[in-house]
Each structure stands twice: as C-alpha cells, then as structure tokens.
C-alpha cells in the first residue's frame, strides 16, 4: 500500500498526499532518495528533507543545492514546484546529469502547518500557527525570523501582523529544525534557493541592508543566466533591498550570512497567490531547466 501515491501536478494537494508521495519515492528508490525527518512544527506535523543523489556518489563528497519551499503558507504554487522539482529528479532517468553535477536537498514543506490551515481554514493564511502568548493572534513568518540581523527594520513586533518576526530569531520550531539541517551541510551546500510567490523575480541578498554583498555581481550573472532558459514567464532580477523592499530575519540573508554563496529568493509568477490549477505544469517546466544552469555552476565550486 505504500508504493502508491495520489500526487500529480493537475491540481493542489494536501499534506498527507505530498508526504505519502515523498515516502513512496524514499520505498521506490532507496538508492537515489532518503528522507530526512528533521523535527517537528508547532503542531507536530514532520519536517521532512528530501537528499536525493546519484546511486554511484560518494556520501558527502558533492556540492550540493538546497531548496525550500512552502514557507508561507498560501503560497500553493511554491510547494507545487518543489515536489514537481523531485519528482523530475527521481523518477525521470533523463535528469541524471543533475544528480552527477549535485547532490540536492528539497524541503518541499517548511511551514505544514501554515499550509494546512490555508487549506482548512483561510486560503490567504501566510505565517506558521504557533500561539506567541498575546492570546490573540497566532503565527510567526518564518521569512522574518531567520537569526541574521534579526529584528531591524523590515520586520514587524506585533504579533497580529503579517511579518511578525516572532520574539527573538529562531523562535520557531520550523525555522530552527531548518537552520540547525543547513549548518550541518554547509561546508557542502553551494546554492540556497527559497521558493516563495508571486512575482516573476529573483532576488538577491541582502535584504537588510542597501549594502550589496561583495560578490553581487557573481549573484546576478548566474541569476541572469539562469533566468534566460525560461520561455514562458520572464523573470527580472533584482537586489531585495534596494530594488524590492527591505526585510530582516529572512531565510536568504540567513543563508547568504553562514557562506552559501548562491542564495536566493525565487517569487513565482504570476500575479496572485491563488493561481489556477492550469499553471502548475506551465510554471514548473518552464523553471527546470533553469536547474541545469545551477547545478552546472556549483559542480565548478
Ligand atoms: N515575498 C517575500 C517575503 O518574505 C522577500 C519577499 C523575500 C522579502 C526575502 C524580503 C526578503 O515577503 C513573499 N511573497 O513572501
Ligand atoms: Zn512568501
């Protein structure tokens, strides 16, 4: 009963159908997947990393690419993504070149709860669902909660906001379970990227601070490039900062600040959070191959 599983990209799914997907793919080919229960969220759902690799890789000797999804909650198309980036990965032989060049690590889930509430309860719910003690308001955003540069400008104190920061970095279950994961792998880890919605555009650390890292223009190239295989959507590239808007505690900083050189925070086309079942393949063929040009970069790292 196990090595079947209800997943397609025809429409949005639930947590038990990603995670029942996710279990068949580790039964179906253990020598390709492993999934890593990484801890819990606030509600006590499994975080789950998906380490997919080349049957003939040597543990721990590839760089290596790391991509979230899922951290706001309504952000359906961000989940839709990853599982369809895994999926491409394991089960199409035609994607090997991509597990010779990296070893990858998706976490298609990084907010369950979050996700499950939009499902249940209010389909424009953004943040997790944890109770912060103001007995009103619930949930943290964990893209502001992230311990680089936490709690400055670009964040909000207030619990009933949507951008509250949580009360002090690494406050939630969800984004210190992540960030202990990555710290584990970082000497390895090459390339972050953050699947969020909606915006056809990359952005590029930092998001706390006007002052660009001093390989910017490392950044931008490879996100140029990268960018330039897609067919359907154009994507700009620009700095959070200076030419988005500024926020601290996020996941990218974060990243960024630890050594990944690549960090970035992708924001899917096109201009709603709710886009129609119909995107989902159009939004996630037209980015795979962008994969192609990542992992070509980091396999010279
Ligand atoms: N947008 C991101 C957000 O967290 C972002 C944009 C990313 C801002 C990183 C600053 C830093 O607000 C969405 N759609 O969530
Ligand atoms: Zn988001």
Known sequence: NKAVHRMDWTSYHRLDDIY????????????????????????????????????????????????DAGVHAREWISPALATYIIHQLVEDPANEGLLLSADWY???LMNPDGYEYSHVKNRLWRKSRSETGSGKCRGVDLNRNFGYQWGDRGAYV??????????????????????NFILKKANLIKL????HSF?????IPWGHSATLPSDYGDLLALAKSATSTFQRYKYKVVNLATQFYRATGTSADWAKSIGIKYSYTVELPTNGFILPVSNILPVSQDFFPA???????????
């Open 199 to 203: 915006g056809q555009v990359v952005l």
């Open 106 to 108: 998706i976490m298609p």
């Open 158 to 179: 207030d619990p009933c906001a949507k951008g509250f920061r949580g009360v002090k970095a690494f406050s939630e279950p969800e984004t210190i379970a992540t960030s």
């Open 291 to 301: 994969l192609n040009v990542f992992a070509a970069e980091v396999a010279t790292l």
């Open 192 to 195: 972050y990227l953050t699947l």
């Open 20 to 67: 029942g997907y996710l279990n068949y793919l580790a039964d179906t080919y253990p020598n390709i997947v492993q999934l890593i229960d990484i801890g819990t969220s606030y509600e006590n759902r499994t975080l789950y990393v998906v380490h997919i690799s080349h049957p003939s890789s040597i543990p721990e000797t590839k760089p290596a690419i790391w991509i």
